[in-house]
Structure formats: structure tokens, C-alpha cells
């Protein structure tokens, strides 16, 4: 019934919140490695709000998801970004335009893509 459902939300919302805050502890103990960071997100912070945002998200913004944050922002620009189904990027792409929109008075819209990734990649594991 709907109070099982309900359940099963509230531990997929909980399990997200654990992961990113296990995350946020390990980002601490562990330096980054990763191999696609001359295309990555200018995370840099030119703001208060982007500093905040990188330190408690950027850790998202590695491997896969470089790139489709790239595409979000520029679309397919190299060879290697055809590998890559448009979907999740368009779904960045237009809650950054959309749902994040007020944010960029705050934030750089590398930050909004950032965000609008992370929101999408949660919700989706929560409607699964």
C-alpha cells in the first residue's frame, strides 16, 4: 500500500544522504585520481556559494560524469563524448535552466550543472 511505498522512499532518500556524506568523509582522506580533468568543470570558486558547492559536491564531478556534464554545457565537442547517451545530459541541461535557474544569481552555472547532475542522479534512484 502507500505507506510501504513511502517506506521504501524514505530509505532510498536516507541511502542517498548516507552516500554523499560517506562521500564527503573519504573526499577528505583521499586525494582525486582522475584521467578526464582537462575537460572538467571549471569548479573554481568565484563565488562563497561555488566554494561551498564544490566542497560538497564536487566529488561527484569525476570520471563518467565529467563528461556529461561537458555535453550538458557544450554538447558534443570530442570523438570520445559520442560514447555518452544524450539523456542524462539534456536532463542537466534543462533542470539548470529551469529548476536551478534562480540559483545563478548565487551560483556559476558550473555549479547549477553540478547540482542539477546530482538532483537527477538522486531523484531517479529514488523513483527506481
Excluded: H
Excluded at 25 to 40: A, K, M, Q
Excluded at 58 to 65: C, K, L, T
Amino acid at each position: 500500500g502507500a505507506s510501504q511505498e513511502w517506506t521504501i522512499v524514505k530509505v532510498a532518500l536516507f541511502s542517498r544522504v548516507l552516500t554523499w556524506l560517506l562521500s564527503l568523509f573519504f573526499d577528505l582522506l583521499v586525494d582525486d585520481y582522475d584521467t578526464s580533468r582537462s575537460i572538467s568543470l571549471d569548479l573554481s570558486s568565484s563565488t562563497p556559494f561555488d566554494f561551498l558547492i564544490k566542497k560538497s559536491f564536487g566529488m561527484f564531478a569525476n570520471w563518467d560524469s565529467v563528461y556529461y556534464l561537458r555535453i550538458a554545457q557544450y554538447g558534443y565537442e570530442y570523438e570520445q563524448t559520442l560514447a555518452f547517451y544524450p539523456l542524462f545530459s539534456i536532463l542537466i541541461s534543462f533542470c539548470q535552466n529551469t529548476l536551478f535557474l534562480p540559483l545563478s544569481i548565487f551560483l556559476s552555472k558550473e555549479s547549477c550543472l553540478l547540482l542539477s547532475g546530482v538532483f537527477i542522479s538522486g531523484m531517479s534512484f529514488v523513483i527506481s
